[in-house]
């Protein structure tokens, strides 16, 4: 897809409480959809920010705008928002319900953001210096 990256990250270490493999599962999936909805020739960004005890973890890709009444449900188990192409796609629909249910099972938030063809995933995780 010849796929532009953009990382953004911090120089120093940032210490958070979670669980390793599932917050790699988190991100891994997050990516994977990044890639797959991007437009050949588009952007892939990867971020990373602190503001007050929250480390905030960003996932984002051009190509086609999430409608805004599917928002909503894209976090919803066996969602799929675009059915014609979901038929090509392998998938059931669960993994943006699993990203959810991980990243609420380490009581913290995911939110997600789609306009002008760029669509935005952002997930929290608290900082062990702030406890």
Known sequence: KHINVDISFRQE??????????IS????????N???FCTPG???GL???????KVYVS???TGDT???EELPLVFDRFHKIDKSRSLNRDGWGLG????????CSHGEDISVTSRDGKTEFTFTLTEVNSL
Do not use: F, H, M
Not at 25 to 32: A, F, W
Not at 96 to 103: A, D, E, G, Q, S
């Open 59 to 61: 996932v984002s890709n």
């Open 47 to 53: 971020s990373l920010r602190e503001s007050g005890s």
């Open 13 to 22: 270490q940032c210490l958070v409480w979670a669980d390793p493999d599932r």
């Open 25 to 32: 599962q988190v991100v891994v999936n997050l990516i994977d």
């Open 96 to 103: 943006l319900y699993i990203v959810k249910t991980i990243i």
């Open 66 to 68: 999430i409608p805004p």
């Open 34 to 36: 990044a890639v797959k």
């Open 42 to 44: 588009g952007q892939l």
